[in-house]
C-alpha cells in the first residue's frame, strides 16, 4: 500500500488517541472542505470494476453450478415455472433486485454527506493505524470477509468510510431486505456496494442458490471484501449475540470446495460512547415494534438527531485470521460429486460452527469498552458519585479490562477529560445532583407507569452490559464468591453451571478453569468493582428465574410465555420484590428456551405453525439451583405467587 | 545363472530414484539392503528362481532400471527373510517383431532407449517416451502404469501393452492371447499393470510398435497468462486435436528455463532485447505473468501441417502469440535436463523434487493455485530464504489434465537429511491439498512406499479385499514381499 496516502500519522492528529498507534479519522475532517474529500484520489488495490459489476448476473447464470441448480429445479417440477425461460428470468429478477450496482460517483457523493454528518455528532472516530494496514496487506492477498459487530446502522456507513479515507477497497455489503422499502435511498446504498437479503430463506431453494451463488462469485473473483454481520442483526443490548452461520458458510464454501486457496478474516470491533438508537432498542426489548424503515423516517431520524452529541466511537480492527489455519479441507476426493453439486460435510459445517462463535468471542473481547459503560455500571450501583470517585473506578476497571477484555482507550492524564465528556454525551440520562455529585438513578414519579421505567432502565443497560459483556466470568466468579465463600472447586462447578444455562445470553461465558480461578482471586480484590460486577449480573438471574418458574408452570409457546411474564414482572414491580425494572424486557425469554432445548430440558413441537416447549426433563433443579443467589423479596414472591396459583387451579 | 553377494551390486538395487533416496547415498546410511542380487536370463529362469523362493520362504524384490520415485524396491527395515532382488536387466532380448500386426514381443528387462534404438533400425518406435526412458525398463513400465510424453499419440503404457507374461509364487500368469480386444470378463492385464513387484514378476510383454514418423516439428505459444494457457489446453482436448505432445509451462517454469539459456554473444542479447519488447510493450503482456505452451507434432507432413494449422487458430483464440519452434524443442528437452538438476542442486544447499497428479479440467487452475499458495506459505512459516514452486500441465485427456509440481527451497543451516525430511513433510501438505482441491493421488508416478497412507481413503473397503484376494491366491506366502500398494 502506497504509504504517501495514509496522511493520518498519531503526530499529526491533535486527538487524545496518542495510545497504542490510534488515529482519528474524523479529526483531520474537521479542517477540510467535504468537497475536497471527496473528490481525493483514491485507487484502492484491488477494487471493484463498474464494468465488472454489470457481467455478475450473466457469469452467474452461465456457471456450471447455477446450469445445475436451474435443471434440477425444473426436475423437480414447481408449480408456475415449468420451462427453463422461466426458471432464468426468475433467477434474473432475484440478482437484479438483489445485486449491488457499484459506482464511484455514489460513493463519492455519499462520502460527502457522511464527513458532514460524521463531523456534525461525533466528536471523533479512533481507529487502529496497525490494523488498518494489516487489512490492506490481507485484501493483497485473496479473499477478505469484513465482519463488523453490529450495534447501530452507522456501523455499515462508517466501514465504507473507514474504507474510503484509508484507501482500501470498499466491502460489498449484505443488507436485509427492509432497507428495500426506502425509496432512493436503498438505490444510493445499492450504488455503494450494498445488496439486499432476506431475512431468512425458508424453503424457497432458488433464492438460496442464488444468494449463495451472488456470495460465491465475489469470493472467488475477488475484488472487494465482503462485509455481513455475523449476529445477523443490530444487537440491542450492547452486548454480542450468538453468531447465525448462513451468510459465513455461503462464504466459505468456495475455501472448501477448493476455489481459493484460503479466505481471511477480519473482525471489526465497533462502540459508541453513545447509540444512535439506544431509546429505539430499550422499546424493541420491551416488545414494542421496530418502526419500519423509511426514507421520510429516515430523514426525520436525521433531523432529529442532528446537532446532538453522541461523543466518540473506537474502531478496532482486529488481525485478520485465515480460514486455512483453522479448518483442514477435506482430503478425501468426493468422487462421485462434481464440483458444482458441492456440498459442506458435517465435520465442515461443526468447524464453521466453532469458527463462528470463535469469531463471535474475539468480538466481544477486543471491543474497546466506551466510558460510559464504566460510568454508568458505576452509577447503577451507587446512588451518586462525583468526578473523582468515578475517575478512581475508571482507572480500576480500566486495569481489570487491559487483563480480560479491552479497556477504555483513555491515558492517564485524561481521565478526568473523558468523564466531563462521557457526562456530557449522556447528560439526558446522567444530571448532577447537589454538591458536584451525578446521578442516573430518578426517583420513581407519580403516575410514571413501569413501562417508561424499565425503558430508562434498558437504556442504561445497553451501556452497562458493554462491561458485562467482555468481564462475565468475572462477574460469575464475584457472584459465587459473595454468595457463599466456597472451595475453589465448588466455585469452578458452579461457574459450569452459569456457562451452561447461560451460553446464549453471554458469548465469552465459560466454565472456569483453576489457572482462571487463580488469576481472578489474585487480580480481582477490589470490593467495590466486584459488588458493581454483581449487581449488573443481577437482572439476568431474577429473568431467568421467573422465566424457569413459568415453565415449570406449564406454559409452553413463546407467546404464551411473553404474556405471562409481562404480568408477572409488572405484578413484580409493583409489588416491590425486584429492584430491576429492566427484567420487563422480554428478549431473553427466546434466547433462554433455545438454551433449555439445546441443554435436553425442553422439547421443541411445531403445531400449525405455533412451536410449542415441553418439559422432557424437570427443570426444578435448575431454579433450585439459582435461588440462593437471589434477593430475598422475590423468592418469597414466586413461593406465595405458585402457592396461589395451585390454590387456584385446585377450586377449578 | 548370474548371482552376487558384493555389497556394491545390492546397495546399487536398495534404493531408487527418490530425493529421500538420493541424501541416503551421499550422506545417510541404508538400515536394509538385498542380501543377494541374481540375474535371471529368460522366463524360465524367473520361474525357476521364484519356485526355489516359494520353497525356501525368500523374499523377491523384482527391479528393472531402478528410476522409481515412490521407494518401490526400497527394503523393509523389518523384513526377517532373506531378500533378493531379482534383476531383470540381462532379460533385454526383442524376441520377435510381426510387421503384419504391428506388435513386438519383448523381454522384460530391456531399457526403453535400447528397446527404441533397436526398433528404430527395424523403422519402427513404441512411441513411449516416459522422462526416464534413458535408463527405465519395459517391465518397470507396465509394473507402474507408466505414462510417455507422447501418449497423446501412442497411448500410455496400458494402451501399449496387447498381452503379458509373469511369474507368480503360485505359477505362471499371462494373457489369453494377442487379441486387439477382448469381452471376456475383466481385464486380467491390469493385475499385473501396477501390480508394482507385489504380485509377480513381468517377463514378457507383447507391445505396439508404430512406423516412424516421417516428420516432427516443434512448436511453442506465449500466452498472456496461466489461465489462458489452461484455456487453450481445454480447447484443444475438447477439440481431440491433441499434438503427440502438449505441455503448459506456467511463469516460474518459463523464467526458469529463460534462466538456464546458454549466454549469448552480443547480437543474441539484441535479438533477446527485440522479442522482449516485441512481447512485453507491442503485445502488452506482462513478463512476470506469462506462460508458454511447448508442442511436439508427429506425422506426415500433411498430418502435421493440418494439425498446426488448427493449433494456430485456437491459440490465437486464447491469446496466444506463436513463439516458435527452438522454445518448443528446448521445453522438451528441459524435461530430460530436471532430474539432474535437481541432484547437482542438493550439494548447493537446495532441496528440489517433483511430484504430479490428474486433475478434472474444471479444476485445474484451482488445484494449480491452491497447491502454491499452500506451499508458498509453508515455506514462509519456516522462514526459507529462497522458495520455488512451479507447476506444469503435461498431459491433456478428454476429461481432465496431469499437472505437475517442481518444488524446490534453499536449506540454509539445515544438514541435507534433515531438508530432506523437511520436504517430505511439506510434499504430504502439499498431496492433501492436491487432493482437497480435487486432484488425484498419482497420475504416473505410482504409490510405492510413500503413498500408502493415503490408499485406505481412496479405496474402497471392497476394493482392498479384492487385492488382498489377489495377493493371498498368487502369493500367499508373500514372497513377493516388495511391501508396495496395500501391502505389507
Given amino acids: 500500500m502506497d504509504t504517501a496516502t495514509l496522511e493520518v500519522t498519531p503526530a499529526e492528529s491533535s486527538s487524545r488517541f496518542t495510545v497504542k498507534n490510534y488515529v482519528d479519522i474524523v ?37 456450471p453450478q447455477m446450469k445445475d441448480t436451474i435443471h434440477q429445479f425444473l426436475l423437480e417440477g414447481h408449480s408456475n415455472l415449468s420451462n427453463c425461460e422461466d426458471v432464468v428470468a426468475q433467477i434474473k429478477t432475484i440478482l437484479e433486485d438483489m445485486g449491488h450496482t457499484y459506482k464511484f460517483s455514489t460513493v463519492r457523493v455519499i462520502g460527502f454527506f457522511l464527513a458532514k454528518l460524521l463531523r456534525n455528532l461525533y466528536q471523533g472516530v479512533a481507529i487502529n493505524n496497525d490494523g488498518v494496514l494489516k487489512l490492506s496487506k490481507a485484501m493483497s492477498q485473496g479473499p477478505v470477509l469484513l465482519l463488523p459487530t453490529h450495534r447501530s446502522y452507522a456501523d455499515f456507513l462508517l466501514i465504507s468510510y473507514l474504507c474510503y479515507t484509508m484507501d482500501i477497497p470498499l466491502p460489498v455489503i449484505a443488507a436485509g431486505m427492509d432497507f428495500k422499502g426506502m425509496k432512493f435511498v436503498n438505490r444510493m446504498l445499492q450504488n455503494a456496494g450494498a445488496f439486499y437479503i432476506r431475512r431468512s430463506f425458508g424453503h424457497d431453494q432458488l433464492y438460496w442458490a442464488v444468494v449463495s451463488q451472488y456470495i460465491q462469485y465475489h469470493i472467488v473473483n475477488f475484488q472487494a471484501p465482503i462485509e455481513f454481520f455475523l449476529e445477523g ?18 462464504a466459505l464454501e468456495p475455501y472448501f470446495r477448493g476455489d481459493v486457496p484460503d479466505v ?37 431520524a436525521v433531523g432529529k438527531i442532528r446537532g446532538q452529541n453522541y461523543g466518540q466511537i473506537y474502531i478496532n480492527i482486529s488481525d485478520p485470521i485465515s480460514v486455512r489455519d483453522h479448518i483442514s479441507k477435506r482430503t478425501e476426493p468426493n468422487w462421485n460429486t462434481p464440483s458444482f453439486r458441492f456440498s459442506l460435510s458435517e465435520y465442515e459445517r461443526d468447524s464453521i460452527h466453532c469458527l463462528a462463535w470463535s469469531l463471535i468471542r474475539k468480538q466481544q473481547k477486543e471491543t474497546i469498552t466506551p466510558v460510559s459503560a464504566i460510568v454508568m455500571s458505576a452509577l447503577t450501583v451507587n446512588k451518586q458519585l462525583d468526578i473523582e470517585q ?10 481489570l479490562l487491559a487483563k480480560y477484555g479491552t479497556p477504555c482507550l483513555i491515558q492517564n492524564e485524561s481521565v478526568v477529560q473523558s468523564v466531563k465528556d462521557c457526562l456530557d454525551v449522556h447528560k439526558l440520562i446522567i444530571h448532577p445532583v447537589a454538591d458536584g455529585f451525578f446521578s442516573c438513578q430518578t426517583a420513581l414519579r407519580e403516575g410514571e407507569d413501569v413501562q417508561t421505567q424499565a425503558a430508562d432502565r434498558l437504556v442504561l443497560q445497553q451501556y452497562t452490559n458493554q462491561l458485562l459483556g467482555p468481564l462475565i466470568n468475572v462477574a460469575v466468579f464475584s457472584l459465587i464468591e459473595a454468595s457463599d465463600p466456597k472451595e475453589p472447586n465448588n ?111 425442553l422439547r421443541g413441537v411445531k403445531t400449525n ?5 415441553h418439559q422432557i426433563d424437570d427443570i426444578s433443579p435448575i431454579i433450585v439451583r439459582i435461588e440462593p443467589y437471589l434477593d430475598e423479596r422475590l423468592k418469597r414472591f414466586m413461593t406465595l405467587h405458585r402457592k396461589k396459583t395451585a390454590v387456584m387451579q385446585s377450586h377449578l | 545363472m548370474t548371482f552376487s553377494f558384493e555389497g556394491m551390486d545390492r546397495l546399487f538395487r536398495a534404493h531408487g530414484h527418490t530425493l529421500h533416496d538420493i541424501a541416503l547415498l551421499r550422506g545417510g546410511q541404508f538400515l536394509r539392503i538385498p542380501d543377494v542380487v541374481v540375474w535371471p536370463e529368460c522366463h524360465s529362469h524367473v520361474e525357476e528362481l521364484v519356485a526355489l523362493a516359494f520353497k525356501y520362504n525368500v523374499a523377491v524384490v523384482p527391479i528393472g532400471g531402478g528410476t522409481n520415485v515412490t521407494g518401490a524396491v526400497d527394503c523393509k527395515r523389518d523384513e526377517q527373510r532373506m531378500i533378493v532382488s531379482l534383476d531383470t536387466s540381462q532379460m533385454n532380448q526383442i524376441l520377435w517383431i510381426d510387421d503384419g500386426n504391428l506388435v513386438a514381443h519383448v523381454e522384460s528387462g530391456i531399457i526403453g532407449k535400447d528397446l527404441e534404438d533397436r526398433l528404430q533400425k527395424r523403422g519402427y518406435t513404441t512411441g513411449h517416451e516416459p522422462d526416464s526412458y534413458e535408463f527405465s525398463s519395459l517391465g518397470g513400465w507396465v509394473a507402474t502404469r507408466a505414462s510417455g510424453m507422447k501418449k497423446n499419440r501412442y497411448g500410455n503404457i496400458e494402451d501399449l501393452v496387447v498381452a503379458l507374461r509373469a511369474v507368480t ?17 475383466p481385464d486380467m492385464n491390469h493385475v499385473m499393470i501396477g501390480s508394482e513387484g507385489t504380485l509377480g514378476v513381468i517377463t514378457e510383454v507383447t507391445i505396439k510398435i508404430r512406423p516412424i514418423p516421417p516428420l516432427r516439428k516443434y512448436a511453442s505459444f506465449v500466452f498472456p497468462d496461466f489461465d489462458c494457457g489452461v484455456k487453450f489446453m481445454r480447447q484443444v482436448a475438447r477439440d481431440r486435436c491433441q499434438p503427440a505432445s502438449l505441455r503448459l509451462m506456467d511463469n516460474q517454469q518459463f523464467q526458469f528455463g529463460q534462466a538456464l539459456r546458454p549466454s549469448k554473444g552480443p547480437f543474441g542479447l539484441i535479438v533477446d532485447g527485440l522479442k522482449n519488447f516485441y512481447l512485453t510493450r507491442l503485445k502488452g503482456l506482462d513478463i512476470n505473468k506469462i506462460c508458454v505452451a511447448t508442442i511436439v507434432m508427429e506425422g506426415t507432413i500433411k498430418e502435421v501441417a493440418v494439425q498446426e494449422e488448427k493449433l494456430n487458430t485456437i491459440g490465437l483464440e486464447f491469446q496466444g502469440i506463436p513463439a516458435g519452434e527452438h522454445n518448443g524443442k528446448r521445453g522438451y528437452q528441459l524435461t530430460f535436463a530436471i532430474a539432474y538438476i535437481r541432484d547437482i542442486g542438493l550439494n548447493y544447499g537446495v532441496v528440489a523434487e517433483s511430484f504430479e497428479t490428474s486433475v478434472p479440467w474444471d479444476r485445474v487452475v484451482n488445484v494449480v493455485n491452491n497447491t502454491k499458495s499452500r506451499l508458498e506459505k509453508e515455506c514462509a512459516d519456516r522462514k526459507f530464504s529462497h522458495s520455488f514452486i512451479s507447476a506444469r500441465v503435461t498431459q491433456v485427456y478428454d476429461a481432465g489434465a496431469c499437472i505437475y509440481f517442481y518444488f524446490a527451497f534453499n536449506y540454509g543451516t539445515m544438514s541435507m537429511l534433515q531438508a530432506v525430511e523437511v520436504y517430505e513433510e511439506l510434499e504430504i501438505i502439499a498431496r492433501n491439498e492436491i487432493m482437497a482441491s480435487g486432484g488425484s493421488l498419482s497420475h504416473h508416478h505410482g504409490v510405492g512406499k510413500i503413498r500408502k497412507k493415503w490408499l485406505p481413503s481412496i479405496l474402497t473397503s471392497n476394493a482392498i479385499n479384492v487385492l488382498h484376494s489377489i495377493k493371498n491366491t498368487v502369493d500367499p506366502q508373500n514372497i513377493m514381499a516388495a511391501g508396495n500398494l496395500v501391502f505389507d
Avoid at chain 1, 41 to 54: D, Q, V, Y
Avoid at chain 1, 534 to 540: G, H, M, S, T
Avoid at chain 1, 543 to 564: A, C, K, R, W
Avoid at chain 2, 176 to 182: A, K
Fill in chain 1, 27 to 63: 479529526e483531520k475532517q474537521k479542517h477540510q472542505f467535504d468537497a475536497f474529500f471527496c473528490l481525493k484520489l483514491w485507487r484502492p488495490k484491488p477494487n471493484l470494476h463498474p464494468e465488472a459489476t454489470k457481467m455478475i448476473i450473466e457469469k452467474i447464470l452461465n456457471s
Fill in chain 1, 233 to 250: 442483526t443490530r444487537s440491542r443490548n450492547g452486548k454480542s449475540l450468538p453468531p447465525k452461520t448462513g451468510l459465513l458458510s455461503m
Fill in chain 1, 264 to 300: 481471511q478474516i477480519c473482525t471489526v470491533n465497533i462502540s459508541y460512547e453513545r447509540t444512535l438508537e439506544e431509546k429505539l432498542y430499550a422499546y424493541e426489548t420491551l416488545g414494542v415494534p421496530k418502526p419500519r424503515e423509511s426514507t421520510s423516517g429516515f430523514l426525520s
Fill in chain 1, 390 to 399: 468515578l475517575v478512581q473506578l475508571i482507572v480500576l476497571m480500566n486495569s
Fill in chain 1, 491 to 601: 466455585i469452578i462447578s458452579e461457574s459450569a453451571f452459569f456457562a451452561k444455562y447461560f451460553k446464549n445470553e453471554f458469548v465469552l461465558i465459560s466454565n472456569l478453569t483453576q489457572q482462571e480461578l487463580t488469576s481472578f482471586q489474585e487480580n480481582v480484590t477490589n470490593e467495590m468493582l466486584k459488588r458493581i460486577l454483581r449487581a449488573l449480573l443481577q437482572p439476568y438471574l431474577e429473568s431467568y428465574f421467573i422465566i424457569l418458574n413459568l415453565i415449570s408452570m406449564g406454559f409452553s409457546t413463546i407467546s404464551e410465555l411473553t404474556l405471562q411474564y409481562r404480568n408477572m414482572v409488572s405484578t413484580v414491580l409493583v409489588e416491590g420484590a425486584s429492584k430491576f425494572p429492566e427484567i420487563l424486557a422480554i428478549d431473553k425469554i427466546y434466547r433462554h428456551v433455545l438454551n433449555l432445548v439445546a441443554n435436553g430440558h
Fill in chain 1, 609 to 613: 405453525q405455533t412451536a410449542s416447549y
Fill in chain 2, 169 to 185: 509364487p503360485s505359477g505362471e500368469w499371462r494373457s489369453s492371447g494377442t487379441y486387439p480386444r477382448v469381452s471376456t470378463g
